[in-house]
C-alpha cells in the first residue's frame, strides 16, 4: 500500500487499458479536457469512490464490534487504516480490478494486508456488490448536496427576476413565432417552477439512497442480520433497505429519474436563454465569458451553451440505468456493472448543469427595452402578473 496521488480518473476494468503499463501515467487520463460542461468531479472521481468504498468496510466491521461480532481492536485498526485512502496504491488496484470484474476484490486484499492480525475479520458477510453499491450512493449522496446547493441558488434568483419582471411585456413564441404578449416574469417565474421541481426530486430521492447488505446471494447469511444491516445504514448515513437490493434497482431507477428530471428542467432554462440571446432578439445576454476565437465581435451565451449540451447527453446515460432494472438471478452479471460509469456520469453532467444555471442565472442580463421592441403588437397580457404572484407564493 503506496501513497499516489496521481489517479488516473476515468478507467474502468472493462476498458481493457492497463494504467501501469505506460510510462507517462497522464498519457491514458481523462482530466476533462472535453467535458466543459461536467461538476463535481472530485466528489465523483476513483479517489473519492475508492474513499467511499474503505469507508463502507470500516462501517461494516464497526457495526459488528457493536453487537460483538467483531473485535474493537480489529474494528478500530481497519477505520484507521481506511481513513487513509490517499496511501493505497490506486493505479494498483485499477489493474487488479480487470481480474475479478471490480475493484472491492483487490482492496479488500489491500486493506487485509495492510490491518495484519485483523485481516480475517474484514469484508465478514459482505460481497463486493454491498461495498460498492453503498459506496456509490454515499458518492451520490454527497453529489446530491453539491447540485441542490446550485439549484437553490438559482430558485433564489429566478425569485427576484420573476419579482421584479412581474409586468415586464414581452412577446410569446409559440411553435417558433411571434404569438401574443406575455411578461417576462412569467417565464422567469416558469423557470423558477422548474427548479423547485428538480429540487423537491433530488430531495426525495437523495433521502432514500440505501446502504447494502445482503451477503454473496442476498439472503444477509452472517451472525446478527438484521442488526448489523441497520447498524451499517446507520454508520454510513444511508437508508436502511426492507431488503438487500442486488437486483431489485429501484434506488438506481429513482435516482435516475430524479436526475434526468433535472437535466431537461435546467436544459429548458438554457434553450430559452438561447433563443433569447440571440442577436436578432437579444432580449437577454450572458453576464460573463463567451469570447470568440475568431470573431471578437461575438458574445456567446457559453454558460447556457454548456448546460444545453449537458442535458443532451443525460438521457442516453438515464437510459442505461433504467436497462439495470433487468437483472437476472439473485447477482447479475452485466447488468449492474453498466451502472458505474452511466451513473458517475449522469451525476457529474447534472453537477455541471445546476452549477453553471445558477452562474448564468446570477449574471442574466435583461435587456426590457428590447423585449419592448419586439413585441411591436397591441394587447393585454392576460393574467401574466397575476400568474407569477402565484408561483412565487410557493416553494
Known amino acids: 500500500m503506496t501513497s499516489h496521488e496521481d489517479a488516473v480518473d476515468g478507467a474502468d476494468p472493462m476498458s481493457g487499458a492497463d494504467p501501469m503499463s505506460g510510462a507517462d501515467p497522464m498519457s491514458g487520463a481523462d482530466l476533462g479536457l472535453l467535458s466543459p460542461m461536467q461538476s463535481a468531479v472530485g466528489e465523483t472521481g476513483d479517489a473519492a469512490v475508492l474513499a467511499a468504498m474503505l469507508e463502507a468496510e470500516a462501517a461494516l466491521i464497526r457495526a459488528q464490534a457493536a453487537l460483538g461480532l467483531a473485535p474493537r481492536q480489529a474494528a478500530e485498526a481497519v477505520s484507521a487504516v481506511a481513513a487513509r485512502a490517499a496511501d493505497f496504491d490506486l493505479p494498483r488496484l485499477i489493474a487488479g480490478s480487470g481480474s475479478g470484474g471490480n475493484p472491492v476484490i483487490p482492496l479488500v486484499e489491500e486493506l487485509r494486508r495492510a490491518v495484519g492480525p485483523h485481516a480475517p475479520h474484514v469484508h465478514l458477510g459482505a460481497t463486493s456488490q454491498d461495498?460498492?453499491?453503498?459506496?456509490?450512493?454515499?458518492?451520490?449522496?454527497?453529489?446530491?448536496?453539491?447540485?441542490?446547493?446550485?439549484?437553490?441558488?438559482?430558485?433564489?434568483a429566478l425569485t427576484g427576476i420573476a419579482a421584479e419582471h412581474r409586468e415586464t411585456p414581452m412577446a410569446a413564441r409559440t411553435l417558433t413565432q411571434q404569438a401574443v404578449p406575455t411578461t417576462f416574469g412569467l417565464k422567469a417565474?416558469?423557470?423558477?417552477k422548474l427548479t423547485a421541481d428538480a429540487r423537491h426530486r433530488?430531495?426525495?430521492?437523495?433521502?432514500?439512497?440505501?446502504?447494502?447488505?445482503?451477503?454473496?446471494?442476498?439472503?444477509?447469511?452472517?451472525?446478527?442480520?438484521?442488526?448489523?444491516?441497520?447498524?451499517?445504514?446507520?454508520?454510513v448515513g444511508?437508508?436502511?433497505?426492507?431488503?438487500?437490493?442486488?437486483?431489485?434497482?429501484?434506488?438506481?431507477?429513482?435516482?435516475?429519474?430524479?436526475?434526468?428530471?433535472?437535466?431537461?428542467?435546467?436544459?429548458?432554462?438554457?434553450?430559452?436563454?438561447?433563443?433569447?440571446?440571440?442577436?436578432?432578439?437579444?432580449?437577454?445576454?450572458e453576464?460573463?465569458?463567451?469570447?470568440?476565437?475568431?470573431?471578437?465581435?461575438?458574445?456567446?451565451?457559453?454558460?447556457?451553451?454548456?448546460?444545453?449540451?449537458?442535458?443532451?447527453?443525460?438521457?442516453?446515460?438515464?437510459?442505461?440505468?433504467?436497462?439495470?432494472?433487468?437483472?437476472?438471478?439473485?447477482?447479475?452479471?452485466?447488468?449492474?456493472?453498466?451502472?458505474?460509469?452511466?451513473l458517475r456520469q449522469t451525476l457529474?453532467?447534472?453537477?455541471?448543469?445546476?452549477?453553471?444555471?445558477?452562474?448564468?442565472?446570477?449574471?442574466?442580463?435583461?435587456?426590457?427595452?428590447?423585449?419592448?421592441?419586439?413585441?411591436?403588437?397591441?394587447?393585454?397580457?392576460?393574467?401574466?402578473?397575476?400568474?407569477?404572484?402565484?408561483?412565487?407564493s410557493e416553494e
Not at 454527497?142 to 437553490?152: F, K, Y
Open 131 to 156: 461495498i460498492l453499491d453503498t459506496a456509490l450512493m454515499l458518492v451520490a449522496h454527497r453529489s446530491l448536496g453539491t447540485i441542490l446547493a446550485d439549484l437553490r441558488a438559482a430558485t433564489d
Open 189 to 192: 417565474a416558469g423557470w423558477r
Open 202 to 235: 433530488l430531495h426525495a430521492a437523495r433521502h432514500g439512497l440505501p446502504a447494502q447488505l445482503g451477503g454473496p446471494a442476498g439472503t444477509l447469511d452472517q451472525p446478527g442480520g438484521l442488526a448489523v444491516l441497520a447498524g451499517f445504514a446507520a454508520e
Open 238 to 285: 444511508l437508508a436502511e433497505p426492507v431488503l438487500p437490493w442486488h437486483v431489485l434497482r429501484t434506488p438506481v431507477a429513482d435516482l435516475a429519474g430524479a436526475l434526468a428530471f433535472t437535466a431537461g428542467a435546467l436544459g429548458k432554462i438554457a434553450a430559452d436563454v438561447l433563443v433569447l440571446s440571440r442577436t436578432e432578439i437579444a432580449e437577454v445576454s
Open 287 to 342: 453576464g460573463v465569458g463567451g469570447d470568440s476565437s475568431s470573431m471578437p465581435h461575438k458574445h456567446n451565451p457559453v454558460k447556457a451553451t454548456l448546460v444545453a449540451a449537458a442535458a443532451r447527453q443525460v438521457p442516453a446515460l438515464t437510459t442505461v440505468l433504467y436497462g439495470s432494472l433487468v437483472a437476472e438471478d439473485e447477482r447479475p452479471s452485466g447488468a449492474w456493472h453498466a451502472e458505474w460509469q452511466a
Open 348 to 392: 457529474r453532467l447534472v453537477a455541471g448543469a445546476a452549477r453553471n444555471t445558477a452562474d448564468l442565472l446570477a449574471g442574466l442580463r435583461i435587456h426590457p427595452e428590447r423585449m419592448r421592441d419586439n413585441l411591436r403588437l397591441t394587447g393585454s397580457t392576460g393574467s401574466a402578473a397575476a400568474l407569477v404572484d402565484r408561483a412565487l
